[in-house]
């Protein structure tokens, strides 16, 4: 299943992650929001060649949203940092299942073997 991006609230987003089917695990990728067509984060646009082949041909849910511009990202306000979220830097993958939330961040996104191993687990 070919990744979504979404523009849904982050509360309709939580919503959506913790009603999936228990079975398989949902994917929420948090980038920083692009500016003149290119994310302003560089781990993000490390990240995103190696998130799009992985999830290409996935028959995983998996929702890509952007966090915001720079000075919007660093507000303590900004919803993707808070509960449920509590994403602490860019990119992360979130991954629910059975109403655990785990958390592959950063440089870890783009490290083929830790993104692998997460993505199967």
Same mark, same amino acid.
């Given at each position: 299943m070919p990744l979504h991006v979404s523009t849904a609230t982050p509360e309709a987003?939580?919503?959506?992650?913790e009603s999936s089917p228990c079975q398989k695990p949902s994917y929420l990728v948090?980038?920083?929001s692009l500016m003149d067509g290119r994310s302003w984060c560089g781990d993000c646009r490390d990240a995103e060649t190696f998130v799009n082949a992985k999830f290409?041909?996935?028959p995983h849910v998996v929702t890509v949203v952007y966090a915001g511009q720079r000075e919007e990202w660093r507000q303590t306000d900004n919803?993707?940092?808070q509960a449920p979220f509590s994403i602490t830097a860019l990119p992360t993958i979130v991954k629910?299942?059975? *109403? !655990?939330?785990e958390y592959l961040v950063e440089g870890d996104?783009?490290?083929? *073997? !830790?993104l692998d191993a997460?993505?199967?687990a």
């Open positions: 987003i939580a919503t959506t992650l948090v980038y920083a290409a041909d996935s919803p993707w940092r629910v299942l059975d *109403e !655990k939330w996104v783009y490290d083929q *073997e !830790k997460f993505v199967k």
